[in-house]
């Protein structure tokens, strides 16, 4: 099985502060037939299902603000939030897909500072 | 627009069983890959079973093989889970996810809002 690992587990962000979530897989998610990375992001608010956020590792979902990025490559990939709202507050979420078991990350919890 | 609505969910008792239905519309449900995917309480997200379009092939995780079932009615635009010997550790929030079209292997860009699934005596 492939393991997700993200870090931090939370954190605290100032609004219109730079947020960072780091994300790491036990085995490369780059298929080189198409040079796609089989990673991507979700965001979790209490009381709600997952959302979409990021696909390909950097592609944005239809719909989500740009302040959301997706960057990296092979194990190593990072959700940036350029600019905190107060409505990101949430639980961040990475997952593979390029092999199952599908596995997800264990959660990023980010907060208002 | 898409809806995915799960229903079947509820208290049952160790080594019981429980059906849950996903109620699909507002997208031509046939050609999709279908997925469960489970939440346990205040912790992360999990990966249960898929299911491809015409239902023949079929994954689960190693945790489930052998008592949960997935299965779906392209008539009925229907996804099901058969849970059987259900076990306190089989509780959780249970959503049913749209995956691809074309590939087993897409992101998840539509969740239902989850069936809570209960194993307790």
């Known amino acids: ?113 | 627009e898409v809806q995915l609505v799960e229903s079947g969910g509820g208290l049952v008792q160790p080594g019981g069983s429980l059906r849950l239905s996903c109620a699909a519309s507002g997208f031509t449900f046939s050609p999709y890959w279908m997925h469960w995917v489970r939440q346990a309480p205040g912790k992360g997200l999990v990966w249960v079973s898929r299911i491809n379009s015409d239902g023949v092939d079929t994954t689960y995780a190693d945790s489930v093989k052998g008592r949960f079932t997935i299965s779906r009615d392209n008539a009925k635009n229907t996804l099901y889970l058969q849970m059987n010997s259900l076990r306190a550790e089989d509780t959780a929030l249970y959503y049913c996810v749209r995956g691809g079209d074309r590939s087993s292997t897409t992101s998840y860009d539509s969740w239902g809002q989850g069936t809570l699934v209960t194993v307790s005596s």
């Not at chain 1, 954190?11 to 780059?30: F, M, P, Q, W």
């Not at chain 1, 990939?77 to 961040?92: H, K, M, N, P």
């Open chain 1, 1 to 113: 099985d492939i393991v997700m690992t993200q870090s931090p587990d939370s954190l605290a962000v100032s609004l219109g502060e730079r947020a960072t979530i780091n994300c790491k897989s036990s085995r490369s998610l780059l298929y080189s037939s198409n040079n796609n990375n089989y990673l991507a992001w979700y965001q979790q608010k209490p009381g709600q299902p997952p959302k979409l956020l990021i696909y390909w590792a950097s592609t944005r979902e239809s719909g989500v603000p740009d302040r959301f990025s997706g960057s990296g490559s092979g194990t190593d990939f990072t959700l940036t939030i350029s600019s905190l709202q107060a409505e990101d507050v949430a639980v961040y979420y990475c997952q593979q897909y390029y092999s199952t078991p599908i596995t997800f990350g264990q959660g990023t919890r980010l907060e208002i500072k």
